[in-house]
């Protein structure tokens, strides 16, 4: 997800391989997909960064 420009941008990967690269982690508790994808477009535009979002349990 990347929201530094006009628009959100959503894609489905590539992925990026750990072990590349890692900038850092957030865990977020959310319900569903949707929530997860709209607290990852909010935070892409604040920190001016792509976000990765991946299930977690």
Known sequence: MDNRGEQPVFSDGPFVESKEYLAGVWV???????????????????CDRKIEVRPFH
């Open 28 to 46: 977020w508790e959310a319900p569903d997909l949707d929530v997860a994808l709209g607290l990852a477009t909010e935070a892409s535009k604040i």
